[in-house]
């Protein structure tokens, strides 16, 4: 089943069934909002808001763990992402796409990882016989391989749907993960571009970390809202976040609708079996 995470109002799509809202509990606290599960084209999805309904929680706040593990207590395999991010590389435009194919991260305080050795948290109500129980039942530490954090076959039905679309966009390009809630400064924007960023932001980390973790297919596209900090020569204000993702809100909503339906069953690409030979 196909997970979203994304803004508010994500879920209120032409077409889309809605099924019911589901309150989650989990070992590590409460998501940041009850899960929204839809139906479309007889596909079951489920939603959840990263930041809460009505923007609850900033990005450094967020319960990351709850929200990755909620999402797997419903049956979650696979997640797409949705994010509005600052461009850096010089080729950006606001308002274009960008699928992430790499991130840098430069977060600070968020808990990361669900395998802290014998500090390890555990849920009593998942029974499933898998790697991810069998880590945390024997409080193993696990490092989790990230050469190729993101799906390739969710990248890959992205990208294509972007050229069926029409939209504009970029099929890779690096996310520079801060801490947030702040906004850069123009010599970290600058030192970003030098070390590779295309763009930067602040909840794709641990989001994706996390998800590899319980070996859940993740993809993240990204809707450069404005282009960062020293660049433009502006000030930075939200409202203009605000008022680019809710223009592109229409051809977010109609990537959604074509990515529930086209994406596989069966998702080729070995993400699932990332777990394999990662504990100590």
């Known amino acids: 089943m196909l997970g979203i995470l994304g803004g508010s109002g994500l879920y ?41 309904r009505g923007h609850r929680y900033p990005p450094h706040l967020i319960n990351y763990r709850a929200n990755l593990w909620g999402f797997r207590k419903l049956g979650v395999d696979r997640i797409l992402s949705v994010s509005a ?18 991130f840098i991260d430069f977060t600070k305080v968020r808990p990361n990882t ?3 050795g014998e500090y390890t948290i ?6 499933r016989e898998d790697l991810v129980n069998r880590y945390l039942s024997e409080d193993r530490v696990v490092h989790v391989d990230m050469t190729q954090p993101f799906c390739p076959v969710m990248r890959s039905l992205l990208g294509s749907i972007m050229e069926e679309k029409g ?18 400064t123009p010599a970290e924007i600058r030192a970003f571009g030098l070390l590779g960023g295309d763009v930067v932001g602040m ?7 996390l998800a590899r973790e319980l070996a859940i297919h993740f993809a993240s596209v990204n ?9 433009s020569g502006e000030k930075l204000t939200s409202d203009e976040v605000i008022e680019m993702m809710r223009a ?10 074509s990515f529930i339906q086209k994406i596989p069953e069966k998702l080729e690409c070995g993400c699932d079996t990332v777990l394999e030979g990662a504990a100590i």
């Not at 600052?86 to 194919?101: E, S, Y």
């Not at 555990?122 to 029974?127: P, W």
């Not at 909840?203 to 970390?209: F, I, N, S």
């Open 167 to 184: 939209y504009r966009y970029h099929r890779k390009g690096t996310y520079v993960a801060t801490e947030g809630p702040r906004l850069e």
């Open 248 to 257: 592109k809100t229409e051809e977010l909503k109609q990537v959604i609708l």
């Open 85 to 102: 991010v600052g461009g850096i590389n010089p080729l950006l435009q606001a308002g274009d796409f960008v699928i992430t194919d790499q």
């Open 12 to 52: 209120n799509i032409d077409g889309l069934k809605i099924l019911e809202e589901k309150k989650v509990m989990t070992p590590y606290g409460e998501p940041s909002d009850s899960y929204i599960i839809a139906e479309y084209g007889g596909r079951k999805v489920v939603f959840l808001p990263r930041h809460g």
């Open 122 to 127: 555990r849920d009593g109500t998942d029974d």
């Open 114 to 116: 669900f395998y802290e």
């Open 203 to 209: 909840t794709l980390v641990p989001e994706v970390v």
């Open 223 to 231: 809707v450069v809202t404005n282009l960062a900090a020293g660049i």
